[in-house]
């Protein structure tokens, strides 16, 4: 019965370094994309803006901001959680039957 234990504790923490190693992944994939074509793009379109236009500049660079503030510290939560999650995940007990198994 210990045995099976082990391998679910191993199953658990292999899910969790997959998980971790995907998100960190798709991390590096989509920064390339936001802060190598997307960024760059953004805020000169914004400084060319004039205020004649009705547009709130300073506005959309403060959200523009908390956007990549999000960006950055949204995986470092979601891989905080996961590893959370292994770790609740492998104390759990096993299953109980009323015979004492």
């Known amino acids: 019965m210990m045995f099976k234990k082990k391998q679910g504790i191993a199953v658990i923490w292999l899910g969790?370094?997959?998980t971790i190693f995907i998100?960190?992944?798709?991390?590096?994939?989509?920064?390339?994309v936001i802060y190598g074509n997307l960024t760059p793009a953004i805020?000169?379109?914004l400084?060319?803006?004039d205020n004649s236009s009705?547009?709130?500049?300073?506005a959309l660079h403060h959200t523009i901001d908390l956007i990549n503030l999000v960006w950055l510290t949204f995986p470092l939560m979601m891989m905080f959680a996961v590893i959370l999650?292994?770790?609740m995940a492998s104390q759990r007990r096993g299953y109980e039957?009323?015979?004492g198994g």
Do not use: C, R
């Not at 009705?54 to 300073?58: Q, R």
């Open 85 to 87: 999650y292994g770790f």
């Open 54 to 58: 009705g547009i709130n500049v300073t």
């Open 23 to 32: 998100i960190g992944l798709l991390y590096v994939v989509f920064s390339y």
């Open 97 to 99: 039957t009323s015979y």
């Open 16 to 18: 969790v370094l997959v």
């Open 43 to 45: 805020y000169p379109a």
């Open 47 to 49: 400084n060319a803006l």
